[in-house]
């Protein structure tokens, strides 16, 4: 994390000193927002679509919610697709779908972490709307998961969640550069859910007004996961050295530690910039100690991982309005 994000973090901090900024920021996105609304948002697709985005910069959980609404829907019978900017791999000037054994470095690693999880159609595009009508065209759905964009208002949504980080929250509530906000703190006001990732009663409170609805989530950690073998161990089962090497490269890495404290490791924390394209030397130290890294970074390891490289698999729990509401947009 940059002095800048630690800053925004902070009550009060130099990073005020930015304000100025952050006012002409906001007004450049309101007005961008009010042309595409009044362009855009009068035209649905054939199908519903669902935002899972955030406004602030970071990580907040998006991927594991994805997917695991993406499992709900299919249980009941619902036939989702998803779409994806692909940050972090290569542009390209038409939409294109992610497979299982696509490269992260193409793709990008969340939509191919997302293909690989969710066993549903995943189209990237930097142009959504092309993806949505794409996904619509090519392939047999019922409704369509955007993963982020919150703010790509040329795409018609009937349903928004947004997704914050319960600990961070929405750190000193500024909008860019001064704070990590994408848009004011009352855009919330607006969204059809709120999910909380992390979430405690007073986490919950805090943003119970701010929506229709205030839905909690933990990333609960399911097994480790031997990157060249795929060997599972149970993440309570750890049997190897407490002192680990944790490598994050998401968007707050710190997240990532603590899950390893709790299950009684002692991570020693490499910090890496959202979605790092690793290479070999970023995973090799001078000791014997096992590198264990998240799932997401894990995609772009696979062709040069060590024997001592392990991937600690998360899965999100959710409560279950989130997924009925998208069903009911089904009826």
Not at 14 to 42: C, E, H, I, M, T
């Amino acid at each position: 994390m940059s002095a800048l994000e630690r800053a925004w973090y902070k009550p009060r901090s130099w990073a005020l000193a930015l304000l100025p900024l952050s006012y002409l920021f906001r007004g450049v996105a309101a007005g961008r927002k009010a042309y595409l609304q009044s362009r855009y948002q009068a035209q649905p697709f054939a199908v519903p679509v669902v935002v899972v985005g955030n406004i602030a910069v970071g990580g907040t959980g998006k991927t594991p919610l994805i997917i695991s609404l993406v499992h709900s829907l299919q249980a009941a019978g619902i036939r989702p697709g998803i779409v994806s900017r692909g940050y972090g791999g290569q542009p390209s000037k038409q939409s294109r779908k992610v497979a299982a054994d696509s490269s992260a470095q193409e793709f990008g690693d969340e939509p191919v972490l997302i293909a690989r999880e969710a066993n549903c159609p995943v189209v990237v595009d930097s142009d959504r709307v092309a993806a949505v009508k794409f996904l619509i065209d090519e392939f047999n759905v019922d409704v369509v998961l955007s993963d982020d964009g919150l703010q790509h208002y040329r795409m018609h949504r009937d349903l928004e969640i947004a997704v914050l980080d319960a600990r961070r929250g929405l750190g000193n509530a500024q909008c860019l550069p001064a704070g990590p906000l994408r848009e004011p703190p009352g855009r919330l006001a607006s969204v059809d859910f709120i999910v909380l990732n992390g979430a405690s009663k007073t986490h919950s409170a805090t943003f119970s007004s701010a929506a229709t609805a205030v839905v909690n989530m933990t990333l609960e950690p399911t097994f480790f996961r031997h990157l060249r073998s795929g060997q599972r161990v149970a993440a309570n089962d750890w049997s190897g050295a407490r002192s680990v090497h944790a490598l994050a490269g998401i968007g707050n890495p710190e997240r990532f530690s603590n899950t390893l404290l709790a299950l009684g490791l002692e991570p020693q924390l490499h910090r890496f910039p959202d979605h790092h394209p690793f290479t070999p030397a970023d995973l090799q130290f001078d000791d014997a100690l096992a590198v264990v890294m998240t799932s997401k970074d894990a995609v772009k390891c696979e062709a040069f991982a060590a024997d001592n490289v392990w991937v600690l698999e998360v899965a999100a729990e959710v409560s279950p309005p989130l997924a009925e509401a998208i069903k009911n947009l089904l009826v």
